[in-house]
């Protein structure tokens, strides 16, 4: 049995980067502010060092520059960890990351793989405003070429990590600056997660939740209080946005016969839909109510805190549209409980 | 303005027919007028204005049906200038039932609302259904079965037509408790996950399988054959006894020696005949029916699901024949009345109920129901459930019969009584006490006056 700790999101990120440049000397740190300052959310604290500036390095404010060097490393046999200080900066190396990392492997025969791995976390809710509080993981997730993995616990948080780095592929490992300090039980040792797996975390039978990254935690929070209710409800948390566990979201909404998307980014176009499409293909003979979506408000986000915190996805919206999943389906509740 | 949008007036209502206007357009309306009436599937009902103006515009002339929740009439200040544009047609788009339903179409305040009636609204933090339940219901107007994937998939397994189920869901939508309570409280077959992202069909339930209702043979005309178009009540009626033969129930028949109500029954009518009164065989085993049905609480129930469900009142319902159907007006709290009173109220409830003019909570809330075919010459009979009544009780004719009393034969006059019985709700011990009870009440029938 390996030992397991209570560790914060941060940690365990931290930890995993120790891990695997300990095991491979061909693992390298790139990123602004990750060695004298120790990264603007200490993810990297400590690793200057321990590994030297060799391995840790501090790079110019040039995202498009410092993405295309990690990726040139990495055809050359390194395994760069890229930290996007927020995922809203990778709009400067979209070029970099969409038609170089994602392609080079198919457009020259395989000749060279790009096995690097772009930290980033997304997120909003921090009163960082319109421009830093994006939630833009499914335009990565819209590439094939990439992979793009969203964590929810710590737990998942090291062993995605681990994978990713792991992995021969570009993989963007999406962050959220609201689960930094989430804790949770991390087992000690080494932990690999499998890529394009699904997880149901909250085991239930009436309605399904898909959710990821920070949603995936509100969605298991909802669970447990509409439990108490007498609503016996499926959280399926994505984990990987790219590839996609179709499979996993069916299997649940077919069990249920109702499934609600809740997403932190915006409704257009965005992860929901894409869930939303998956269920009515796969499991649609099984469906008693149209799939719902619960995203973020279709707006820049306001700085001003009221408003910031009304324009964002949580816990409340996600109940009121359960109930009205349930009601359209005339659920009865379990007997004694409400 | 005001539109004016065809009630809800009955439970099993999906569409009604103006019978005539009262009001002509241009005639002020004062609140609580009498607008028009109303043809349901079960009666003629008045339409009350909610609203004081003036009736400027008439959309739907007499004879014409339309669904529930479509626009009829437009109430304005008089000015005219009320826009009607989107009020012209009797829509298939979902609309208040009555004042108090909640709108049926979310408020739109987002550009990516779709513009297509039958999508899901996008918004997130905006109801995209309209709020169920019993009065925000209907069906749509234009023939189409709105049902849920997952009740066409049950539909096709189970072999239910959809037709003919009524949608509890938004907009009438037929889903999944709606197959469940046809199904007789049981949970359908539920589909079991498939390995694969394909769904595979799901396996219908034996007893459901052996009990389908919209399954029920249907004939093709023939050449030569008449096609009577079916009126709203013999829809109702069908569907209705389509239903009640997903129950399963048996049946106890006893033969009721009915010297004693014969004789009490003339000395009533000929006591009582100066001040009009007359009782009839009928009035006096609705009577009979109510005190024996206080005495068995377990009679007067219903089966809940999970529960069997006592009730508090004994409502006794009466079968009545009209002309193109049968409807069952209810005598309320008949086990409170007294024998005269029941046979006025029953006099009335049945010439109201063959003029089509029985208001809506007159046909409902029964707990038991009797049918007599005696003055029809009919010797014994077994009458089907109505649901949810756990009991009915079929009476035969009354017929001198030579019986062995006390070792002689003699010559009785004989009443034979079929009750058929929920099974779900009680067994044929329980019943047989409940019948045993009536017919010692009407085998001496001076406790039933008192």
């Known amino acids: 049995m390996t030992e397991t700790s209570d560790i914060t999101y941060r940690q365990a990120l931290h930890d995993a980067l120790r891990a695997e440049m300990t095991r491979d000397d061909s693992v390298i740190l790139l990123g602004e502010e990750i060695g004298l300052f120790e990264g603007s959310y200490k993810i990297t604290a400590g690793l200057l060092n321990e590994f030297g500036p060799e391995r840790v390095r501090d790079t110019p404010i040039s995202e498009e520059g410092f993405v295309g060097a990690a990726i040139g490393a990495a055809m050359l046999g390194m395994r760069p960890v890229v930290e996007i200080m927020t995922i809203n900066f990778s709009l400067i190396a979209m070029d970099q990351i969409v038609n170089h990392a994602a392609k080079i492997y198919g457009m020259f025969g395989g000749q060279t793989a790009v096995p690097m791995v772009i930290r980033t976390p997304g997120g909003g809710g921090q009163q960082l405003a319109a421009t830093h509080s994006q939630n833009l993981e499914v335009w990565y997730a819209h590439v094939p070429g990439l992979k793009v993995l969203a964590p929810s616990t710590p737990a998942d948080a090291k062993a995605m990590l681990t994978a990713a780095i792991r992995d021969d592929d570009p993989v963007l490992l999406l962050e959220n600056l609201s689960l930094y300090n989430t804790k949770g039980p991390v087992p000690a040792g080494e932990q690999v997660a499998e890529f394009g797996r699904a997880k149901v975390t909250v085991p239930g039978t009436d309605v399904t939740v898909v959710g990821y990254s920070r949603s995936a935690v509100i969605a298991a929070d909802v669970a447990r209080r509409m439990a108490g209710q007498g609503v016996s409800i499926e959280v399926v948390d994505l984990c990987s946005l790219r590839p996609l566990d179709r499979e996993t979201v069916c299997r649940s909404a077919m069990k249920t016969g109702r499934a609600v998307v809740l997403e932190d980014d915006w409704l257009t176009y965005g992860v929901g839909a894409e869930i939303a499409a998956t269920i009515q293909e796969g499991a649609f003979d099984y469906l008693d109510a149209p799939v719902r979506r619960v995203a973020a408000a279709e707006i820049p986000l306001p700085y001003a805190k009221s408003l910031e915190r009304i324009a964002l996805p949580d816990a409340d919206a996600l109940i009121r549209v359960i109930e009205e999943q349930l009601d359209a389906t005339r659920f009865t509740r379990k007997e004694g409980t409400r | 303005m005001t539109e004016v949008f065809m009630p809800r007036l009955s439970d099993t209502m999906t569409e009604g027919a103006i019978s005539q206007w009262l009001k002509a357009e241009g005639d002020t309306i004062e609140r609580g007028d009498v607008l028009a009436e109303i043809e349901t599937d079960k009666a003629v009902m008045d339409l009350e204005a909610y609203e004081a103006g003036v009736l400027e515009k008439i959309l739907v ?8 929740g479509a626009p009829i009439a437009v109430i304005g200040d008089g000015s005219g200038t009320s826009d009607v544009s989107d009020a012209e047609a009797p829509s298939v788009e979902p609309a208040p039932a009555e004042q108090d339903a909640p709108p049926s179409e979310p408020a739109d305040d987002r550009d990516e609302a779709p513009a297509e009636p039958e999508t899901e609204p996008a918004a997130e933090t905006e ?50 408790a709606d197959i469940e309570a046809l199904l007789g409280g049981g949970k359908p077959a539920e589909p079991e996950p498939a390995a694969s992202a394909a769904p595979t069909a799901p396996e219908p339930q034996p007893a459901a399988a ?154 409902t809330g029964g707990t038991f129901s009797v049918s007599n075919l005696g003055m029809y010459g009919i010797d014994a009979f077994t009458a089907v459930l109505n649901p949810p009544e756990a009991a009915i009780l079929a009476v035969g004719s009354t017929v001198d019969e030579a019986v062995v009393v006390d070792g002689e034969v003699q010559v009785r006059p004989r009443t034979r009584l079929t009750l058929t019985v929920d099974h779900r709700v009680l067994d044929g011990a329980g019943a047989a006490a409940f019948l045993r009870e009536l017919t010692d009440l009407l085998a001496e029938p001076l406790r039933i006056l008192v």
């Open chain 2, 127 to 176: 109801p995209a259904e309209p709020e169920p339940g019993p009065v925000a219901e209907q069906a749509p107007s234009d023939g189409r079965i709105k049902a849920t994937p997952l009740v066409r998939s049950l539909a096709r397994s189970h072999d239910i037509d959809l037709a003919t189920v009524r949608g509890t869901g938004p907009g009438g939508r037929i889903i999944r």
């Open chain 2, 61 to 68: 002339q007499p004879g014409e049906n339309v669904a529930i």
């Open chain 2, 210 to 363: 052996a009990a389908p209702t919209g399954g029920a043979p249907v004939a093709t005309a023939q050449d030569d054959d008449e096609r009577v178009p079916l009126s709203q009540i013999r829809k109702v009626t069908a569907r209705r006894l389509t239903e009640a033969a997903l129950v399963p129930v048996f049946q106890l028949t006893t033969v009721l020696d009915a010297s004693r109500l014969n004789e009490l029954r003339g000395e009533i009518n000929s006591r009582l005949a100066e001040q009009g009164i007359k009782v009839s065989v009928t009035d006096l085993i609705v009577r009979a029916v109510a005190v024996a049905l206080r005495a068995h609480p377990e009679v007067n129930a219903s089966f809940g699901g999970d529960a069997i469900l006592r009730h508090a009142h004994v409502n006794v319902g009466v079968a009545v024949a009209l002309e193109d159907g049968l409807v069952v007006p209810v005598v309320k709290d008949a086990d409170r009345k007294s024998v005269t009173a029941i046979g006025a109220e029953i006099k009335d409830l049945a010439a109201r109920a063959r003029a089509g003019r029985l208001k809506l909570d007159e046909m």
